[in-house]
């Protein structure tokens, strides 16, 4: 229901509903088609000469530690809690994850690591069900197939890395395996954009290690520039200097690709786009008949309420913020974990990490010279690449050592004994800065009943909507995955040949105060039917056909890679459908 107190805006073509990549993807697509397109971004304007200059975008404490870039938990929040029967409370100051605001959204403080899924995580129940049998998925796993293949997919992975420069090096070109690249990745119909980044020592040693025991290691697929790039918009990026300031940062060189270094440029000059910041949207309208969208209502700055009309909504934020707005709307019906019915809120998921500590006594790694997707990763024991019989799980992870930089504040890596304080801890400090690094796991995490997003009945925004509640933990096959990556990291470190090291296990429930990821997944996914899911292949709700969600909120499970590259395809594939198919026939893409 519109409220009474908005004023009603001329109407247009299509709205997109915050503006980040996925919002910046949408909006170029469809401004080609002729389209008039506006993109509601709720937090500031940011361009990289004004918000990022090499002249202050390099301040750990003002980004890093005081979170510049991310939402402010006193405007909006979630609550938080482990288990159906816990009472949820707010997070009130952002830890676990880091939800991104702002013109370029996270596609500004992203590190670059940009990967395509496997195959088989496109048909994680169907693959693992026929290898293992059907037992090793656990009643409670609610994992789903996607309805949409890696084939489908690929050639939309590839518009993403050819607009932001991905330096890389293939594994598979076209079914033959390539030397230097990823074996176990799927086809690829050409070679990355641009060659991949100079490798630092300790991705080197990293490299080195892995080979001895057999692995084939392989650069990180990075956002970072190797050289100069020209993208097919024509707009330029620059060479990476290693400046060690990514993730959390915006990159003042315009050396990572980002909405602001690959698509602004051109989409903001178009005269059939128009870009409002500050501007929250409240809720999605709908009409009588609860299955056509007539718009947005949204609050500005100053407070003032307005409804903005639209014959096509694009929901463009934040994986979390699409969920809750959803439900805020009434679109979907619910989930509910007791009975298993209803769609949005379902399947939530984020990732597992551990690291190993490496530590040398002879070798100066020099870890403040890195960037955000600079290193070394294998990728043996990730999705189904390896022989699961007999671990008791499903899944996997990559390995990897990536010299992202040592920040000063942040960096100060002691080895087990170390006192916590005081003069010994300072030499310990001195003595290891330059000496050690760590390999981090990155896992993937399965889908569970027991794992939702819903409102909550008691906490409140500043507008008086019920908060998001998110109930989430690692499930037994994640702490058994999880440890069984630690000690494939360990043993790499060991052939390393490190003097020290130091193996940190995944261990209890998930806790939202450490920063892990900000991979959060799920809760308004694809599928083939509308009963266990709430878009179709191409992201188009099943009960609203003119309301199309972006974002990694449409993943029925996560993976063990980053996200991005995955949300960026299923957006140019979206967008593919709404240009070559909705617009020619508005209404529902595929039967419900």
């Known amino acids: 229901m519109v409220p009474l107190s908005a004023t009603r805006l001329p109407s247009i073509d299509v709205v997109l509903v915050g503006f980040g990549w996925t919002g910046a993807i949408m909006g170029q697509e469809l401004t080609d088609e002729g389209l008039s397109v506006l993109a509601l971004e709720r937090g500031p304007w940011r361009s990289t000469p004004e918000r990022f200059p090499p002249t202050f975008a390099q301040d750990e404490l003002r980004f890093y530690y ?26 009130r100051v952002l830890g676990s994850f880091l939800p991104g605001t702002g013109v370029g959204g996270a596609g500004v403080h992203w590190n670059g690591q940009t990967w395509r899924f496997l195959p088989s995580d ?10 293992y049998g059907a037992a090793a998925i656990p009643p409670a796993m609610t994992i789903q197939d996607y309805p949409l293949t890696y084939d489908e997919l690929e050639p939309h992975y590839d518009r993403f890395e050819y607009l932001c420069g991905i330096a890389g090096k293939a594994g598979n070109l076209n079914g033959t395996i390539q030397p230097g690249g990823n074996p176990f990745e799927g086809p690829r119909s050409r070679e990355y954009p641009t060659p991949p980044m100079p490798q630092g020592y300790a991705p080197t040693l990293f490299a080195q290690g892995a080979e001895r025991l057999g692995y084939k290691p392989f650069p990180q697929p990075s956002g970072n520039m190797s050289q100069a790039y020209t993208n097919p918009l024509g707009v330029q990026l620059g060479p990476c200097t290693f400046c060690g300031f990514c993730e959390k940062f915006g990159c003042g060189n315009y050396s990572k690709a980002s909405p602001q270094t690959t698509i602004l440029p051109v989409l903001l000059r178009k005269p059939n786009f128009e870009l409002r910041t500050e501007s929250e949207v409240l809720t999605i309208n709908v009409d009588r008949s609860a299955k056509r969208a007539t718009g947005v209502t949204y609050v500005d700055a100053e407070g003032r309420e307005f409804e903005q009309p639209a014959e096509l909504v694009v929901l463009c934020a934040y994986a979390l913020h699409n969920v809750r707005l959803l439900l805020l709307s009434g679109i979907g019906a619910p989930y509910d974990p007791v009975s298993g019915t209803g769609v949005v809120g379902k399947n939530y998921a984020y990732q597992v990490f551990s690291t190993v500590d490496v530590f040398f006594d002879d070798k100066i790694l020099n870890p403040f010279i890195g960037a955000g997707a600079h290193g070394m990763v294998v990728d043996e024991f990730n999705g189904d690449n390896f022989d699961h019989s007999g671990l008791g ?6 390995i990897s050592v990536l010299q992202t930089g040592a920040r000063p504040i942040q960096t100060h890596p002691t080895p087990e004994g170390t006192p916590n304080w005081g003069s010994a801890w300072k030499r310990a400090v001195a003595q290891n800065y330059l000496r050690s690094t760590f390999i981090p796991t990155h896992g993937a995490v399965m889908s569970y009943r027991s794992n939702y997003l819903d409102l909550d009945p008691t906490y409140r925004d500043v507008y008086g909507r ?37 193996r940190n296990y995944r261990k209890g429930s998930w806790d939202v105060v450490p920063y892990q990821t900000t991979h959060n997944t799920g809760g308004a996914i694809i599928g083939d039917n509308p009963q266990d899911s709430m878009l179709n292949k191409y992201s188009q709700s099943w009960d609203v056909p003119n309301l199309f969600v972006m974002g990694a909120s449409a993943f029925p499970q996560n993976a063990g890679y980053n996200p991005t590259g995955t949300v ?23 039967p419900a």
């Open 66 to 91: 005081r979170h510049e870039l991310f939402q402010r938990p006193a405007h909006e929040t979630l609550t938080i809690r482990n288990k159906p029967s816990e009472t949820a409370l707010p997070m």
């Open 122 to 131: 496109f048909k994680a129940r169907s693959h693992n069900a026929e290898r």
């Open 393 to 398: 799980f499903i899944g996997g992870g990559y």
């Open 466 to 502: 019920p908060l998001l509640r998110m109930t989430f933990d690692f499930g037994e096959n994640e702490h058994r995955m999880s440890d069984f990556l630690t000690d494939r990291a360990a043993e790499i470190a060991t052939a390393m040949g490190a003097t020290r090291i130091t």
């Open 568 to 590: 960026a395809a299923l957006a140019y594939y979206a967008a593919d459908a709404i240009r070559t198919q909705y617009l020619n026939s508005p209404g529902p893409l595929v």
